[in-house]
């Protein structure tokens, strides 16, 4: 006798239900990006250490679940899927097809204190797009993201979309009179607003900075909704900042033609934490502000330069599995598991050579088709063919088909039997 | 400038060709599984340590991913499914239906010498029954394992089961004369057979037995091909070698009734290494002998027991998916990835309001449709065009679809355009 092992904190066991649910998330993100024509790929669940700690400082190596291998090593499981595909993008750049498109439904591991929301093991769908430096790009990847949302049954009342950018973010830094050097300092600054107290910001941001009315000046430009408002605000005559706002006015209008321009919410409270992003970023929260971001990205122009591969603009979004089953399960969204079988077949040892052969045909024909392991009297065979839709039985020369809902039966013959093949749209003559 | 950081040896990348041929993969033996009514759950893939050594002994360790993670538990990335499924039936054995037929595709991980047909990372499909003591589990288990096979388009004439029992080898054994504690060392000198010099095991074999002919009858038995030579063969009185031989009677009756007697070799070749199965046990191979196993199993009743939870009757198999895909390739059975596009939309200045709103439209309503993200002239959109089955573009007031094939053009409307939707059998009206 053993003992039992525990499964570790964090991580999670998928019974059938579960597994079913979490397939229903992947299948639903992979049938709207092949629509959106993105094409899949996938890359190492673990990887050198260096992947990581080169793109994120080694201060990521504390969240990490790394370790020395047998080769001696560093190695780390995978925490996020960009550094992967920036190598994958980078190291064949020349002989793809671009611009690319492209996604993945992939599990990450991180190393953090267990919450609603966020744990160890979790899976990751990203959507890129590498080559493409206009904002086409941009309203691509947004639509794709509100399209899986909106499929899952979810509409512009339940989220929106926080568009943001970094660019404009620096333009009006410059204009508060911050430095090019501390602009990094001060949006990892505002983007800890909401997770430390406002006393210990303003004081950091007045650290950095210098300038004792910052912190105003920066929530009047959060609480900007409109381009209009925007202009106005910055009332510079700097051709650069006018030319980057005709770019956000260009794509917002891309959006508006593809419908979807009341799913986004022009919101400077958008910073991204890392360091990476070069333009445009974007967070999906629920509109009742209740929970963690659904989905983040933005554009990161120069990650593949960065790992030594040729400069390749690039933009992306990324949605957590966690928080969007959380969400669309308080919006009762999610499928539950039904009956997994179309036909129940029942018999006897008299007509089990034939029930068997007949099992075996109507499964390679498609149809799932399920029996009884035990040897049982004919009454408890009909109690567990409840769940399925038909039921085939053997009297004498007959088989007859029983329809479960209509508890209503006629004989049938072999052949009817083999044409019940889903797809292709020939259903049995059904009693 | 960073520099290049490269995968680590026996870890795949899958770019989009690859990513399809998995995927193609995972959706064939996930839809041969649902059609036989096996339900799919996944585990961790990071586990304590000792879940794997516990069923494998310390030895195992030296083939694992293992380390100490930042709480300070021993944990290894997963080397097989089957110690984890294992707890999840054991500790929830009362509330569930049972039998319970599952299966899984997951990635599994073992720190070996990477070599043709093994990496250090590899899918695994797993397929078993559990609580189920009758033959009635290990014909269920081969048929749809060989139904996955026959699926992907093998045929009895490329590959077949090799079914042989450790039950009936105890008792060969026993006859022969050796004791019940040398019967696992013998075992495990017979599964090494191939993998080292026939001198070497000879040796072994009789410093094991003591018996200067053990080699000699292990190798007539091994020929033995049917029941009615293995009954000879034994030529026992023994009621339990009887009996034994009368349930592999029926176990190959029923796989008769079901229609793959043809698929099946009795071959007392395989034994199977781990220590943990009961009874029959099998392996698929090319007839022709080439590669390694494409899958194994066998029964296995006490293994849930050994974890501590209440003794659980169980038979499983899994298939390896690089070996697997070595040998469809070798029979080039596996698809390609063609255009991946149904639909391709072309417009310009005057026309991209309407264009972006068709675009959007169309995906959300099933089709997979692409355009160009830069601003392209009519010429070159044509040239990209070319992948799509069908092209839309606009003039004027009109909608042109144009059928790529055909290379016909006719005007149409935006319902009939709308209508395209796969699955509702609702076919544009074509040109």
Redesign the interface.
Known sequence: ?????????G??????EA??R??YLFQTVR??C????F??????????L??YT?KSGPEIA?QL?N?????G?A?A?RPEMTP?VA??I???INSLKR?LK?FSIG?N?R?ERPQKGRLR?FYQFNID?FD?P?V??EA?IL?AAI?IL??FGLTKADFHVRLSDRLLWGFFLESLGVTAEAIPQVLSIVDRAGKERVEVLQEQLLAVTALPNAWDKIQAFQNIRTVEALRTFLSSSNPAIQERLETLEVLLK?IE????RDFITLDFGIVRGLAYYTGFVFEIFERSGQSRAIAGGGRYDQLI?????PSTPAVGLAFGDVTLQNILSDHNLLPT?TA??DVFVIFDKNS??Q???D???L??R?????YT???LNLEKQFKQAAKAHWVVRYENDHILLRNVAEKSEAVTTRNELFQMVPGEGVEPSLP
């Open positions: 006798m053993g003992h039992m092992i525990e499964i570790l904190p991580f999670r066991e998928f019974y059938p597994c079913f979490r397939n049938q709207v092949q629509n959106f024509c094409q899949e790929y996938d890359a190492p669940i673990l990887e050198p260096e992947l080169e504390t679940f370790f020395t291998d047998r080769g090593r190695v499981m992967a190598r994958m980078g190291s064949k611009p492209w599990e591991f190393y093991s797009i493409e206009s086409s790009a691509e639509s399209t909106t499929t891309r033609h593809m419908g979807l330069e960065k790992f030594g591969y598991l997994n079988c089990e050579a029930a068997m052969h099992v075996i045909a499964r390679q498609g149809r799932r088709v399920d392991l035990k040897t």
